[in-house]
């Protein structure tokens, strides 16, 4: 079964508007995160480390202040798309890091159209 | 440059080829993964390797070290495999370094 929730699996919002998914371990107390970012017929791109309790690293060329990371808990992340905008429009995952010689666990991935 | 280089990028087959799809890296890899996302968008790992030779099922996963280069086989293939297949090399111990191959779209034909 699904060792990784992510929620919701797709949401159309307006431009201008925030919109929040959550990433959940339901089987491993995670400190550590990773949000990623797939666009049409592109490879996933690591948009930010999501780390409990403290501040999310985030990598070059990501906006901190408009993709806004939360990890409050041991067994949620989420990502906040503050101000969306048609250009922020894609397939976001994120992924539980359950240590190097674990295999990868992703959740099923979140589609967010901009309109 | 850490780089992952797969191919090919599409593949079409009949059900019950011999499937091989080809993933290239840069030095300094930790291990290397296969992964499978379906169309809805989900991955599942297939395998990870740092070296040697792997199998599940009709899933075979291999890497030769001294080439940078890892295979992943799918025999007696069947229309249920058809997804995306990617690799991806971890670069320096961690998963904050993870790279993802670009992924190879498999068709399966019945």
């Known amino acids: 079964g699904a060792v990784v929730s992510q929620h919701p699996s797709w949401v159309i919002c307006k431009s201008g508007t925030s919109v929040k998914i959550e990433c959940r371990s339901l089987?491993?107390?995670?400190?550590?995160m990773f949000w990623y970012r797939q666009f049409p017929k592109q490879s996933l791109m690591l948009m930010a480390t999501?780390?409990?309790?403290?501040?999310?690293?985030?990598e070059q060329g990501v906006e901190k202040d408009k993709f806004l990371i939360n990890h409050a808990s041991l067994t949620l992340s989420t990502l906040t798309v503050t101000s969306a905008h048609p250009e922020d429009s894609s397939f976001y995952i994120c992924?539980?890091?359950?240590?190097?010689?674990?295999?990868?666990?992703f959740g099923n991935g979140t589609r967010l159209t901009v309109t | 440059k850490n780089e992952v280089e797969q191919s090919p990028q599409n593949l079409t087959a009949q059900e019950g080829e011999f499937i091989t799809i080809n993933c290239s890296y840069s030095?300094?890899?930790?291990?290397l993964h296969w992964l499978q996302q379906h169309p809805g968008g989900g991955i599942v790992s297939l395998f990870m390797?740092?070296?040697g030779k792997k199998k599940h099922g009709r899933l075979i996963a291999t890497i030769n070290i001294q080439e940078k280069h890892s295979s992943l086989h799918i025999t007696a293939s069947h229309p249920r495999d058809s997804a995306v297949y990617i690799c991806?090399?971890?670069?320096?111990?961690?998963?904050?370094?993870?790279?993802f191959g670009k992924g190879t779209k498999l068709s399966v034909k019945p």
């Open positions: 992924s539980v890091d359950r240590g190097n010689n674990s295999p990868l666990h």
């Open positions: 089987d491993f107390q995670a400190t550590t």
């Open positions: 999501s780390n409990e309790g403290s501040k999310a690293t985030y």
């Open positions: 030095v300094g890899i930790s291990a």
């Open positions: 390797l740092s070296s």
């Open positions: 991806a090399a971890i670069y320096g111990g961690s998963q904050g370094n993870l790279i």
